[in-house]
């Protein structure tokens, strides 16, 4: 039987913008036709709390051998220097690097590998950070599920969620910074409009990020 994630594979990348830290230092659609197969059922979670390490496969412990899973290298989150003109606190995402910087004083940003949006859904501007939330439901809009009538109309926050381990809403867009259980897309241009981040490292940064935190996006 197909599993939630399944029934959720194959829709238009929904858009796709802690702990103790781990340093190393067009038309606006946010819901696109187009469909990317980007949240296919996964068979090793990635991030999610209370789950084995990233080198569980199921079955293991179960007298199965499991195949092996190619290991995917972690963009490294480090503190670099930043000499824009922005406050510490502020979240500056760069759209060409695929990089995110998190504002600190004295001349250093916090800097994270991300996702964004996939050719004809990018976008730039500058937004607020209008909400928060940890392990976010997501409740597809009326456009997708007149797209994707199989998709669910309610996605409880979890493992199988697409919006991965936090969420920070940017504004009044449909657009949010949010984690993803699939940490390859990382580092690529395949959302519909969103910042995708891994798990751990939406988390860090949204300890770090306050409600109303300037969010600026560059091209």
């Known amino acids: 039987m197909k599993t939630l994630a399944s029934a959720v594979a194959g829709f238009a990348g929904l858009c796709t913008l ?21 949240y296919a059922e996964q068979s090793q979670p990635y991030g999610y709390q209370g789950t084995p390490s990233p080198g569980y496969a199921p079955g293991y412990g179960q007298g199965v ?7 995917v290298q972690p963009i490294p989150r480090e503190i670099v220097a930043f000499n824009g003109n ?26 994270y590998g991300v996702g964004v949006g996939r050719p004809g859904f990018t976008w730039s501007g500058v937004k607020t ?21 199989d998709l669910p109309r ?50 860090d940064l949204y300890e770090r990020v306050k409600v109303g935190a300037k969010v600026v996006v560059l091209n």
């Open 86 to 111: 922005y406050k510490p606190g502020t979240i500056v995402v760069v759209t060409a690097e695929r990089r995110l910087y998190y504002v600190l004083p004295n001349g250093e940003a916090i800097r």
């Open 65 to 71: 051998q499991a195949a092996p899973q190619a290991q």
């Open 129 to 149: 950070v209008t909400a928060k939330r940890e392990w976010p439901s997501w409740t597809p809009p009326a456009a997708m599920l007149a797209r994707r009538p």
């Open 18 to 38: 802690a702990a103790t830290p781990a340093f190393a230092v067009s038309a606006y659609d946010p819901f696109g036709s187009d469909a990317e197969d980007y």
């Open 154 to 203: 309610y996605m409880a926050g979890g493992i199988e969620n697409p919006l991965g381990a936090r969420a920070m809403y940017i504004g009044s867009t449909e657009y949010r910074i949010h984690g993803s259980n699939e940490p390859d897309t990382i580092g690529q241009a395949v959302s519909s409009g969103c910042i995708r981040m891994t798990n751990e490292d939406v988390t």
